[in-house]
């Protein structure tokens, strides 16, 4: 044994006794039988880094999992390896955060040999050795700081990795590779060598990105790459002429749009925020609930991801990616507005992965092309990548209309390069009570939107003294953008569209990408207890309820989601109605009221219109249902095909205002008649041969028909109230707006006069987008001036919409939108716009 040799050995013993005592590895996969191992063949390890502790680890892993070890020699004909690994890279001299690849010795001598002997095989076993990896097992700065990233440590900083970190190690052993098969393909060894350190380094690569996420570069360097592409220099060019600037002043320019906009990601960060998201969440929530994970999972290995979720509150951001991080996936980048973009809140965001954008683009197309490039350079850099396609945060707890700017460029963006398919998942937080309620309903009363700001930040700590119940989320079913495209354009793969191109099939297909992403959100709600609290006691009048009852609404509404659920997708939290009940009354959701004659429970003015924005959250779920109960409960009998007509007349009105998934007249058909069954069932409702009769008046079944039924009328009366306005005034007297401005002062006063619970039903957005789907539909057209006109058709619907609501409510709605009661409104909103 020469000298050196026996020295070597010497430094790995004194190593793997260090190692003894400091580490404790988690070697997988568990069961070795799961690497399908051939017997009788040589197996040698493949580690990334040149790392005397990591192939000590490696060796200490193999010896546990009972393979061979590492450390061992190994003799081939006549070739003696003394060791049965190499390694693919080693730290650069000059610049120590940097690696380089190298050829490996050991791989050349391997290759040299089988090619000697044709019958000869070695397996290659990748092992990937991650120090720090266990996000829930950190609790210490010193162990982020030293943690695992892109950069290669040296002694001093491997020291201390192994201090800080040795006790959460994972050791994972890949695959085996047949160094045989590479030989065999290829015509010379150095052909071979490459070829199998190409195949091992891009197998790295994945392992480390799917563990702490790609390797995006320094910010600065990332913003040059985006400046000097070709896209953004031909906009300078363009600009340069149209402008009549020099290249360089806008070059400047686009520099300083992409610093604006890049996030600088950084693990440490990611670490720090953790931890302390970690407390944040035991401080304000009961935990974090989720459902269908594997709707995830099974696309994140071989797609690029778009996190998609819906957006109730600033919370929405973290979230997301504290989740992600929990679960051992890489936490995304997150396109966060530029009103985020606050001293020191933004640099933290912006290292946690967050890129700013401005709320438009238009007339800027600098920035625009700047923005888009970015976009496109961290998807295919392999970054997952979270936006809101709401474009903001709901007042009303519903589903907003999607904005289909990030749509677009994303699937620009894969047009271009769709080496790796990518796919939107769809993601729904249900919070059971958030914590911008106070301002949400003071908006939707009026108030102007408060702007971000250091000093409102450090305003809202008071709310780290409450607590907000859980948090739910849902994962719901991935929407593939090839399968989207092929469905929508067979042709996209032969076509090129340039940046300033809207071919007509783009626009439309990106339109109805944005509406089926915010179904799929929708339908992967949760009902969660205050979701079904809300529901039940918001319908009641003074918001109060006998607790008999409340538990037989609770039961119907479980029982209408097990039995006729919304979606595969859509998930119930809790399914005992006594546990809901309880869960709101020590949540101070509920209030109880002792009484001789049975308890009741009720809420506070305060607390109910926080509760009207959780109900609205899940609210889509119970609409097909409500409106069954609705038609029968005011008809008192129908007939079934009387009954789907009427469905399938109001169902796209529903369906615009709350995004319903049902696509067809066959998928609604099938809807009804389920939730005719569960209602049969539940002796809501009876039938004789084709004839429905709602429950006899003055019974309980027929007060819950009626419960249920109110959940949609709120929408029902709100189109009454919009086309009486318009029919009242007759055909090309009121523009959109104005018909906007009426309907909101109207439904506003009607609130006030008789009662109805929450603001969101004069909410101008639900509204505007009535008015919209009128146009849609085809009810009405725009005439030459710009006011609507419509026909008899029109007419007609009023006349049903009127048979449709109770007599109460019809003429209450008459009367208020009588022309003559509206005195001068009309000419004052006309001289406010």
């Not at 109605?577 to 009741?600: M, N, P, S, T």
């Not at 029968?632 to 009105?653: E, G, K, T």
């Not at 509204?767 to 007609?796: H, M």
């Not at 209450?812 to 009309?826: K, Y």
Request: hydrophobic residues 40%; glycine residues 6%.
């Amino acid at each position: 044994m020469t000298p050196w040799l026996g020295l070597d050995r010497l430094g790995f013993f004194l190593i793997r006794i260090f190692l003894r005592l400091c580490t404790r590895a988690n070697a997988l996969p568990s069961d070795p039988k799961e690497l399908q191992l051939a017997a009788n063949t040589p197996v040698v390890y493949v580690l990334s880094d040149r790392s005397a502790a990591d192939a000590a680890v490696a060796d200490q892993s193999a010896r546990q999992l009972g393979l061979s070890s590492a450390l061992r020699g190994l003799t081939l004909g006549k070739t003696h390896l003394h060791h049965s690994y190499f390694q693919l890279y080693r730290r650069q001299i000059g610049n120590r955060r940097q690696r380089r690849a190298v050829s490996p010795p050991r791989l050349e001598k391997l290759v040299a040999v089988l090619r000697a002997n044709p019958d000869a095989d070695v397996q290659l076993v990748p092992v990937s050795v991650f120090w720090g990896r266990r996000p829930e097992k950190e609790n210490s700065m010193w162990r982020i700081l030293f943690s695992d990233n892109w950069s290669p440590a040296g002694f001093i900083k491997k020291f201390f990795i192994i201090i800080t970190q040795g006790r959460q190690l994972y050791v994972q052993f890949s695959q085996p590779l047949s160094l045989r098969t590479l030989v065999d393909q290829c015509q010379t060894d150095d052909q071979a060598v490459r070829k199998a350190s190409r195949i091992l380094r891009v197998h790295f690569r994945r392992q480390q990105e799917a563990a702490i996420g790609p390797d995006l570069s320094h910010r600065r360097t990332l913003t040059n790459t985006v400046v000097d592409s070709i896209s953004v220099r031909e906009v300078i060019s363009a600009e340069a002429k149209r402008q009549d600037l020099s290249e360089e002043k806008l070059e400047a320019k686009a520099r300083a749009y992409a610093m604006e906009i890049a996030a600088d990601y950084s693990h440490t960060v990611i670490r720090t925020l953790e931890l302390f998201l970690n407390w944040l969440w035991n401080r304000l929530y009961g935990g974090i609930r989720l459902y269908n994970m594997d709707n995830l999972t099974k696309v994140a290995g071989d797609h690029e991801v778009i996190y998609v979720p819906c957006h109730r509150s600033h919370i929405d951001y973290l979230l997301l990616s504290f989740v992600m991080f929990r679960n051992g996936l890489v936490p995304p980048h997150i396109a966060a507005g530029i009103n985020l973009n606050l001293p020191i809140v933004g640099t933290v965001l912006r290292r946690g992965g967050a890129f700013f954008m401005r709320r438009s683009f238009r007339g800027n197309p600098l920035y625009a092309a700047v923005f888009s490039e970015y976009l496109h350079t961290i998807t295919t850099r392999g970054f997952s990548i979270e936006y809101f396609v709401e474009g903001g945060r709901s007042r009303s707890g519903r589903m907003l209309k999607p904005r289909t700017g990030m749509l677009a460029m994303t699937v620009r963006s894969f047009l271009r390069d769709s080496r790796k398919p990518i796919a939107f998942v769809p993601v729904y937080v249900g919070y059971e009570k958030v914590i911008e309620a106070g301002s949400y309903i003071g908006e939707l009363h009026g108030k102007k939107k408060q702007k971000e700001s250091v000093g409102g930040l450090m305003k809202s700590l008071s709310v780290l003294r409450s607590h907000f119940g859980q948090v739910h989320l849902n994962f719901g079913e991935p929407i593939k953008l090839v399968d989207y495209l092929d469905g929508h354009n067979p042709k996209w793969r032969n076509e090129t569209i340039a940046p300033g191109e809207n071919p007509a099939w783009f626009k439309h297909a990106v339109a109805e990408l944005g509406q089926e992403v915010v179904e799929s959100i929708n339908a992967a709600a949760v009902a969660n207890p205050v979701n079904l609290l809300s529901l039940a006691l918001l319908a009641s009048p003074k918001h109060t309820m006998d607790v008999a009852q409340l538990r037989q609404q609770l039961n119907l509404y479980i029982s209408l989601l097990k039995q006729a659920p919304y979606s595969d997708c859509a998930a119930l939290a809790t399914d005992d109605a006594d546990a809901i009940i309880q869960y709101g009354l020590e949540h101070d959701f509920l209030d109880r009221i002792e009484h001789k004659l049975g308890d009741v429970v009720t809420t506070d003015e305060k607390t109910a219109l926080q509760m009207a924005y959780v109900r609205n959250n899940s609210l889509h779920l119970f609409i097909l249902p409500g409106l069954i109960c609705s038609l029968v409960m005011n008809a008192r009998s129908v007939s079934i095909d009387v009954l789907q007509s009427m469905v399938r007349l109001l169902y796209p009105f529903l369906r615009n205002e709350y995004f319903l998934h049902w696509q067809n007249d066959e998928e609604l058909e099938a809807a009804v008649n389920n939730i005719v069954t569960v209602l049969q069932q539940e002796q809501l409702i009876t039938r004789e041969n084709d004839c429905l009769h709602g429950a006899a008046i003055h019974t309980h079944e027929s007060d819950m028909l009626d419960h249920l039924g109110q959940t949609v009328m709120p929408s029902l009366e709100r189109y009454y109230l919009t086309i009486r306005l318009l029919v009242q005034y007759g055909s090309g007297m009121l523009t959109a707006d104005q018909l906007g401005e009426l309907a909101h002062q109207t439904a506003q006063r009607l609130s006030l006069l008789y009662e109805f619970n929450s603001p969101e039903f004069f909410d101008k957005v639900v509204l505007k987008n009535f008015i919209a789907q009128l146009y849609s539909t085809g009810l009405v057209t725009p005439g030459g001036s710009g006011a609507l006109e419509f026909d008899e058709k029109l007419q007609a619907l009023d006349d049903e919409a009127s048979r449709i609501l109770s007599p109460d409510i019809s003429d209450a709605i008459q009367r208020v939108t009588r022309v003559s009661n509206l005195g001068n409104l009309l000419t004052a909103s006309s001289e406010a716009n």
